[in-house]
Every structure is written in C-alpha cells, then in structure tokens.
Nanobody, 121 residues
Framework: QVPFVESGGGLVQPGDSLRLSCAAS????????IGWFRQAPGKERKMVVA?????????YYPESVKGRFTISRDNAKNTVYLQMNRLEPEDTDIYYC?????????????WGQGTQVTVSS
C-alpha cells in the first residue's frame, strides 16, 4: 500500500488553474515535511515544485513556480494540496507527493501513482 494518493490533475489550457490533492493513508502529514514533485516521461529524477515543513508549515518554491503555485496542508483531512495558477505548457508532467528531508529531497519509500497535469491549447 502506498502512503499517498494523488489526485486533481487534468487537461487544461494555458492560464488555467488546478488544485492537486495528496491524501495520506499511513501517517499524519503534520508530522512530516511534505513536497510535491514532478517527473517528465522517461526520466527517473523527480523535481520538487513545492514543499511545506512539518512544524511551522513554512513553504518552499523553486523560481519556476514562485508566485503561481501554493502548497497548503489540512491537518483535519490529513491532506496536502497544491494550488496551481496561471499554468503554462511547461508545467505538463506527472505530479507526485512525498515526505521530504530538511533539504526538500524526497525520503526513501514507495511513490504513489501520481496525477497527470497537461497544459495545452
């Protein structure tokens, strides 16, 4: 059983928005740093696009998404969200969530199935 279930992806046009959800099934998200990652087809490395720390919920974004993406956490629902605004074709990828270390690298462990985001006119 994978620890997360990602959902909310889809096919949208440039400039549209999506909200991705990361529902945790095996642990409590507020006790872990959680990150959203993207992976291009055929590539092994997943790149972080947003992360939130475990205690004070501080956030991190790479420059490519800063001001467009927002990560948040709902402790009551044990879910982490990624609000994606002003989407661009370059944002097209499969998106995953995972617990992270202090450097926002994913911790070892199984990945969920991810959710496909496709931005195209």
């Amino acid at each position: 059983q994978v620890p997360f279930v990602e959902s909310g992806g889809g096919l949208v046009q440039p400039g549209d928005s999506l909200r991705l959800s990361c529902a945790a099934s095996e642990f409590t998200v507020e006790y872990y740093g959680i990150g959203w990652f993207r992976q291009a087809p055929g590539k092994e490395r997943k790149m972080v696009v947003a992360a939130i720390t475990k205690r004070d919920a501080k956030t991190y974004y790479p420059e490519s998404v800063k001001g467009r993406f927002t990560i948040s956490r709902d402790n009551a629902k044990n879910t982490v969200y990624l609000q994606m605004n002003r989407l661009e074709p370059e944002d097209t990828d499969i998106y995953y969530c995972a617990p992270t270390d202090l450097a926002f690298n994913p911790l070892p462990g199984p990945w969920g199935q991810g959710t496909q985001v496709t931005v195209s006119s």
